[in-house]
């Protein structure tokens, strides 16, 4: 039988892609509180969207996407109302995966394995779900299947300060492979760092079955002593679980220079969302990129019929701002706000149901579920977003009344400020 090039170039490019977004679990991003205790982190709205939208959003250009996987260990009730208005509107089909306990990044894909190779994917996206990035998942599909190696990972250069908070890496400046990975090592490895964005074939499964087993075989002969299991802090326990497996440390390291593994680099935007004040940052970076992608996300407004409107800004369309308020740069307003006349909002996220009153100005910060801020109050930050009280964040409930300032404050939920605060943390 005659096999033409023809027939062989459509079977490539009708190969099957599924994409995997690991989205952690309530014991994981404790630095997002006091916000995650009312919403899955995954679930925090950046520009509008939910933090996972964005990733799923990308993972949609992908020609011939089988399946968007959630995978997490957040109860399924967190995520059923956003999957129901998702499937619907994605036209992909999208579910919530749910472990029983962490088992890491790789252990959590693992688990799934058979259901995630169901419909016989050619290649496996791999997503962390709190960063935020231009996801530039076709290029690097496409270079992916060209090196033809197991898996390749987004890379960026970034100062040698901030290098050592990730995953730096060493690549073959000529073919891209990886030669070398650390985790947050220690000492100066390299300023390029591994963006949390893979694509891999389904050969790293057999390559986390075979950490696994040899995790188990270790477990086996060390059996912990009871004093060992005493003292060790309960996610030292994890990682010594032989299904509890990490993609950096476990896959990535041991398989670096073994030209399985190549580097895609981007030199487009790229943030980790570890704390609020980065959610304002990210909001500000996804705003812009609405700018080219879909621009009808982003409000208008001269101050006659509609508010001013300065820069980037999103307004949710069940949200009620008054034509005198200012807004923006970087405002996001959720469902049902309403903000009154004369306020002005700038580089801020305001949540569901919040009422900003006559006069209030809120500036890098975030206003929880149905705070509110009475007349002349003033909710600020200092801007900056890595540190702990770099900005305000306001718990849900919280109200604060009629000229009541409040800097550099993380307030819990449920107070009500009275008296002007600063630099302080309410409990
Ligand atoms: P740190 O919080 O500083 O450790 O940052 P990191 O980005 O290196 O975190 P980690 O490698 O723990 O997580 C990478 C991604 O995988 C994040 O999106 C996590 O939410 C997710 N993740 C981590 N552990 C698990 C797990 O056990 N199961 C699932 N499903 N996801 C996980």
Redesign the pocket.
């Known amino acids: 039988m005659e096999t033409t090039n023809d027939a062989l170039d459509t079977t490539v490019s009708h190969k099957k892609t599924v994409a995997v977004i690991?989205?952690?679990?309530p014991t994981?991003?404790t630095r997002f509180r006091p916000l995650s205790f009312n919403l899955a982190k995954p679930l925090f709205p950046l520009a509008g969207q939910p933090m996972v939208h964005h990733p799923i959003l990308a993972c949609k250009k992908i020609p011939d996407l089988a399946q968007v996987y959630l995978?997490?260990?957040y109860e399924e009730r967190e995520f059923s109302l956003y999957i129901s208005t998702l499937s619907n509107e994605l036209k992909v089909p999208v579910r919530y995966l749910r472990?029983d306990k962490?088992?890491?990044?790789a252990?959590?894909l693992y688990k799934f394995q058979d259901l995630i190779m169901e419909d016989d994917p050619a290649d496996i996206i791999v997503l962390?779900?709190?960063v935020c990035c231009s996801f530039p998942l076709t290029d690097m599909l496409e270079a992916h299947r060209n090196h033809g190696g197991m898996g390749t990972l987004l890379v960026k250069k970034v100062s040698k300060e901030v290098a050592s908070e990730f995953g730096e890496l060493v690549a073959d400046p000529k073919t891209g492979e990886l030669l070398h990975y650390a985790e947050k090592p220690e000492t100066f490895v390299s300023d390029f760092i591994n963006c949390?964005v893979y694509i891999f074939t389904p050969e790293i499964f057999r390559v986390i079955k075979d950490v696994t087993s040899s995790k188990h075989e270790r477990s086996v002969v060390r059996r912990l002593s009871s004093f060992e299991a005493l003292t060790i802090s309960s996610s030292s326990k994890y990682t010594l679980q032989a299904d509890f497996v990490?993609?950096?440390q476990d896959i990535l390291t041991p398989s670096a220079g073994k030209k399985k593994l190549y580097t895609f680099e981007t030199n487009e935007f790229w943030e980790?969302i570890?704390t609020p004040g980065m959610s304002i940052r990210c909001s500000l970076l996804y705003l812009a990129q609405y700018r080219v992608t879909m621009p009808e996300l982003l409000a208008t407004g001269d101050g006659k019929k509609s508010p001013t409107v300065i820069g980037d800004v999103f307004i949710h369309r069940s949200a009620k701002v008054h034509p005198t308020a200012k807004l923006g740069p970087n405002v996001s307003i959720s469902a049902n706000a309403r903000i009154g006349p004369g306020a002005r909002l700038i580089h801020c996220i305001i949540l569901d149901d919040v009422e900003i009153k006559e006069n209030a100005v809120v500036m890098h910060s975030i206003v929880g579920w149905k705070s509110s801020l009475g007349r002349w109050a003033r909710v600020q930050g200092g801007g900056d977003y890595n540190a702990k009280l770099g900005i305000t964040i306001l718990g849900e409930g919280v109200d604060v009344e009629d000229e009541t300032v409040v800097v550099n404050c993380i307030i819990l939920p449920h107070k009500t400020l009275n008296i002007s605060v600063q630099d302080e943390i309410i409990l």
Do not use: A, T, V
């Open positions: 690991l989205m952690g679990g994981k991003g995978i997490g260990f472990e962490p088992h890491g990044s252990g959590g962390n779900c709190d949390g990490r993609l950096d980790q570890k």
